[in-house]
């Protein structure tokens, strides 16, 4: 029997984490680059904010924030909480030069970058930036 019934995962499915559910809605992935340029006019054309974390399912560091950034979605529900795997998406994240990356956005725009992981650091960006 071969692969072809077989979907591939991807995004925070692809991660095979155990992840908090989230309660507002306000957590999705970037399953492509098209998809992710879709999600970025979307941040800039409403004028939302969202944070992105730029990540890797390779990644050790991305593997022990990602459970934090889905519990931090349920805390900043007016923030969009966008997990874009650097692989799935190689063309929009060429200038990703360190996972995880976040990225946060006020009014459409884009206002701040974190690198690194950090619980307290990432809550406390968030709270800023709300």
């Known amino acids: 029997m071969g692969e072809e ?3 591939e995962k991807r ?3 692809a991660t ?7 309660r507002h809605g ?3 992935s970037a399953s492509s680059d098209t998809h992710l340029k879709k999600i970025l006019h ?3 054309s409403s004028k939302t904010s ?6 890797a399912s390779w990644c050790r560091v991305c593997s022990q924030i990602l459970p934090s950034f889905c519990q931090l979605s349920n805390e900043f529900k007016k923030f ?11 063309e929009t994240t060429l200038s990703i030069r360190y996972t995880p990356t976040f990225h946060f956005y006020r009014d459409g725009e884009r206002v701040d970058e974190m690198l690194g992981a950090g619980e307290e650091r990432l809550h406390d960006r968030l709270w800023l930036h709300s």
């Open 26 to 28: 306000n957590l999705s």
């Open 80 to 90: 969009s909480f966008i997990y874009a795997d650097i692989d799935e998406c190689p």
């Open 5 to 7: 019934g077989k979907e």
């Open 16 to 22: 095979g984490l155990s992840l908090p559910p989230n």
């Open 42 to 44: 979307d941040i800039r």
């Open 11 to 13: 995004g925070l499915e």
């Open 50 to 55: 969202a944070v992105i974390n730029y990540g």
